[in-house]
């Protein structure tokens, strides 16, 4: 049994610019954009790692300059533990309570107010991390985070590329084959025609 032409010679055949006066413009046109749409999918991998690359060494400066500085005190409360209340009565959030500590920087005591994730009682202690003006501040970002940025920009990135590429591949596709059964279905009314009728 022979066999059928490669997938090569397929794919060659179908091109754009075949003179074979049998392919139609639509599906010239449709050839095209699949091709555009090869080419948009391979260019979008460097492209997405360099905006990935890029995200990530901003993310590094912007974590260095907002952690630098950071220090991390020993706080002492100075009154009980105070729950916060909440917008949500389902238990979706979790509690927050809030508490008046007092903590040394620069060889004087300071005070503040904090929140916790659990009560506590007066004079016990906690962990507080403190900006260079010596007012608390959050914890610096935890390692890996300028990475998991950039890594995540850049997925992004692709996706949202790919997903675009994929949807008008589909839109082009759609609409051509919705002309051409508008057309086809036009010619099979002429060809099908009663007798007589081409007199009228």
């Known amino acids: 049994m022979p066999?059928?032409?490669?997938?090569?010679?397929?794919v060659w055949r179908v091109r754009p610019w075949n003179p074979n006066p049998l392919m139609r413009v639509s599906d010239r046109f449709e050839v095209l954009v699949r091709v555009l749409?090869?080419?948009a999918v391979v260019v979008a991998v460097p492209i997405s790692g360099a905006i990935g690359t890029v995200s990530y060494t901003g993310a590094v400066a912007r974590i260095?300059?907002?952690?630098?500085?950071k220090t991390q005190?020993?706080?002492?409360?100075t009154a009980d533990a105070q729950l916060l209340p909440t917008a949500d009565h389902y238990g979706a959030q979790p509690d927050r309570y809030q508490v008046p500590v007092q903590f040394m920087f620069d060889a004087h005591a300071r005070t503040a107010t904090i929140e916790l994730p659990k009560p506590q009682l007066s004079?016990?202690?906690?962990?507080l991390w403190i900006g260079p003006d010596g007012n608390p501040a959050t914890a610096p970002a935890r390692p890996g985070s300028a990475a998991a940025e950039g890594v995540g920009t850049g997925l992004a990135i692709l996706v949202e590329s790919w997903c675009a590429?994929?949807?008008s591949v589909w839109i082009t596709a759609a609409v051509l084959d919705s002309r051409r059964s508008a057309r086809w279905e036009r010619e099979w009314r002429l060809l099908n025609r009663p007798?007589?009728?081409?007199?009228?």
């Not at 260095?64 to 500085?69: E, R, T, V, Y």
């Open 3 to 10: 066999e059928g032409p490669s997938a090569v010679v397929r």
């Open 195 to 200: 007798i007589g009728k081409d007199s009228l």
């Open 165 to 167: 590429t994929a949807a």
């Open 123 to 127: 004079g016990s202690t906690t962990a």
């Open 64 to 69: 260095a300059a907002q952690d630098a500085g």
């Open 37 to 39: 749409a090869v080419l």
């Open 73 to 77: 005190v020993t706080a002492t409360l």
